[in-house]
């Protein structure tokens, strides 16, 4: 792999590592305000970014480059009400889908097809993920921040299940 790619993977690995830390706080903060299901939905969020960042992981390993592991930011740990804080999840996701996209045009540029092939995993990921956080913004919206309707929607997200990605 070129030198600037393996580079930029190394960054999406730091990248999808704090996707991870960053749902965790929220999860955290979920906690802290009795809110489990949403707590237990920001947790599988939490998992599934370290699959993300372990094929990156493995894609350099697999092609005989250094993996360099980079700071964490410590992401922030309060987060307003349940909308704001899928709203600042999403806007997390759409942050990520930039990344990789540009990563895919790099790996173009370069030539670099076994890192394009492995991309388009993560292009497909993206528009998943962008699509159930907005899904869930929109039933927030529906419900709003409080009372019976957030009880019956937090108790729907507690029911959400972690399964391990199976990256190509």
């Known amino acids: ?85 899928v709203k600042k999840a999403l806007a997390h996701e759409q942050h990520i889908s930039g990344r990789i996209k540009k990563l895919l045009d790099l790996a173009k540029e370069e030539k670099e097809y076994a890192a394009e092939l492995f991309l388009h995993w993560y292009i497909t990921e993206q528009v998943e993920e962008e699509r159930n956080t907005t899904e869930l913004i929109e039933k927030l919206k529906m419900v709003g921040d409080s009372g019976a309707s957030l009880y019956l929607l937090d108790k729907e997200l507690a029911s959400r299940v972690y399964v391990p990605a199976n990256i190509q």
Request: hydrophobic content about 40%; glycine content about 4%.
């Open 1 to 85: 792999m070129h030198n600037t790619l393996v580079s930029e993977f190394n960054k999406q690995i730091q990248e999808e590592m704090f996707s991870s830390y960053l749902y965790l706080s929220m999860s955290a903060y979920c906690e802290s305000k009795n809110l489990k299901g949403f707590a237990n939905w920001f947790t599988v969020q939490a998992k599934e970014e370290v699959d993300h960042m372990m094929g990156f992981y493995h894609h350099l390993i697999n092609s005989g480059e250094q993996v360099e592991l980079l700071a964490i930011d410590k992401p922030e740990n309060t987060f307003g009400t349940p909308l704001a804080m």
